[in-house]
């Protein structure tokens, strides 16, 4: 064996000896590159091939490539070892213990107003209602005029509302989705709606007020329509909402928009009819306004008041949920305190 054969053996020897004790990825790539790069000692030798005799040239030859792809395989098979281990170190860092419990998933649920609004519309959808909705931002003329108040009525008083022109104000009430309404049906029956939103009025807040508030009227009309369906549809709702065990009453009253007009008591669902603190010890308690569509309103909407007939109603869902639920304050459905909101979640 000559002395290149011993030096490429030697090199041979050292590379498998570094190699074996590298430590990681990028030691090893040094290893690649001072044993196996341009300037290592393998190809220096095969630079100087030029300088064998032609005995020598194919051993020596044979032998560079045999070392150099020695070298070359131990190399990879390093590095596929410590590439392992490494993903095996990842994967223990970053393992999930499936055995913990899951954490729950906290989702939302609809706010106390919002369920009291979608359990009405769920009645009265099926008693053959539909739901009708509409400007917030109001003209004047459906607003008063169309429900039998012109400009000069004295019950505008009663209503102290936002202005934006001297013809456009926020709503004071939904119902005039209601003229809307028998206007779009052209004097054609029958007319069946509920019309839920948001109204507004000057008013100062405080326990059992507020300048913005939620409002659900309802209207039927059509031919033959009594003041005795009235009071069946509300009988329906009373007991639906405040429990099947409660009766109703209807007091004479006014409105403008009706004629006859009545305020709807409900048997007080607290204390039976016997007298407590919800009632004022009357064992009753005010829920809402109705009465029959005044003539005034009926032919104003394109409809012959000999021929139709119908109801109309009015409730407020915050009165509604603060009976219902015994709230005190009507500040606390838009004041979005959690701890408020929490009481009242749903599954």
Known sequence: MNVLQEKLMELRRKAFENVESAEDLKNLQDLRVRFLGKK??????????????KEERPVIGQLANDVRNAIGN???????ELEQKLLEKELENEKIDV???????????HHLLASVIREVEDLFIGLGFSVAEGPEVEEDYYNFEALNLPKDHPARDMQDSFYITDE??????TSPMQARTLEAHK????????CPGKVY???????????????IEGLCVDKHIRLSDLKGVLTVFAKHIFGEDREIRLRPSFFPFTEPSVEMDISCFRCGGHGCAVCKGTGWIEILGAGMVHPNVLRMSGFDPSVYTGFAFGMGPERIAMLKYGIEDIRHFYTDDIRFLNQFRRA
């Open 168 to 173: 456009i104000l926020m709503r004071t009430h």
């Open 74 to 80: 131990i190399i990879d098979t390093k590095k596929a």
């Open 201 to 215: 009025r000057r008013d100062t807040d405080d326990a059992t007020h507020s300048h913005q508030f939620m409002q």
């Open 40 to 53: 290592g000692p393998i190809t220096e030798i095969l630079k100087g091939m030029g300088k064998l005799s």
């Open 99 to 109: 055995t913990l419990p899951g954490r729950k998933i906290r989702t939302g649920s």
């Open 187 to 194: 004097g054609k029956g029958p007319v069946k709606i509920i």
